[in-house]
């Protein structure tokens, strides 16, 4: 393998700088020519490329979002669009590829790579819900931030014996609900993994009144959604003056917290040698915190097990 290329697919998130500065850098120290491809697989149809050299990667590690641009492609999941793709890859001497986005990214890296361009996938996503991966790339970035922007909720709700419904993203996820939320202490979470209702949510805001809690904090996934709606029932049924807040895509920026630019580094380097070696159609995931890889249609089949005990734990100690 003389050239490899590289992009990023799918809904941006911090760290994916980190891991196309490793991917660039590990494929150049293994004498490997690196093309970066802007726009993802859009930009690889329409032939979106650039030369990359080990300093077109030099201070990007602690950048938020992604150089390379990022997008979501309808052609490429036409027959066409991918045999345009291909032909891309073929003209510019691209001889394998690393994506770098979430499962709809990875089926276009199983598709390229069964019809002859080697694909490594890397899990670059903030919603955390990958099978085949204990940690996507910038999950803990965004937990973080959801946790400073819930204690600086948390700071105002007290001042005024508020309750206040923070809704955050994970699409149909809950991962980054479960973990901010015990990161935060909030009273109650709702994700979309668990049944719960906002007669439950009342509950608990009804008996941590009772043992002299006078603001709360629920944290509601995306995937349950309804922000709004919940605060006006909690306002209705309890009378504390509940307000709603929606965090949106502020979440989805920023500078990458250390822990996901270790983790994009050592899986972008993983990455290259996995091509070097001449792997195919593979994902790299971290595991009891080994870097792993799995076959792509295995690790989309995989079932993410979420973790109740967690849940619990959240529900348990926010008394
Ligand atoms: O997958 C990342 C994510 O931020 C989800 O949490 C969210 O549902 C979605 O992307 C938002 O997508 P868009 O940026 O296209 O609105």
Redesign the pocket.
Known sequence: MKKIGILTS??D?PGMNAAIRAVTRTAISKGLEVVGVRRGYAGLIAGELFEMNARSVSNILQDGGTMLYSA?SKEFCTEEGMQKAIKTCRDNGIEGLVVIG?DGSFRGAADLSARGIPCIALPG???NDITSTDYTIGFDTCVNCVTEMVDRIRDTMRSHDRCSVVEV???HAGYVALHAGIATGATYIMVPEVDSSVQDAIKKIESGRALGKSSFIIIVA?GVGHAEKLSEQIQEATGIVTRATILG?VQ?GGSPTSRDRILASTMGSYAVDLLVEGKSNRVVGIHKEKIVDHDIQEALAMKKEFPMDLYKICNDISI
Request: aromatic share 0%; charged share 35%; proline share 0%.
């Open positions: 799918g809904g998130a979501r979430g996503t903030i919603d993203m994970g699409r995306e895509h989805r």
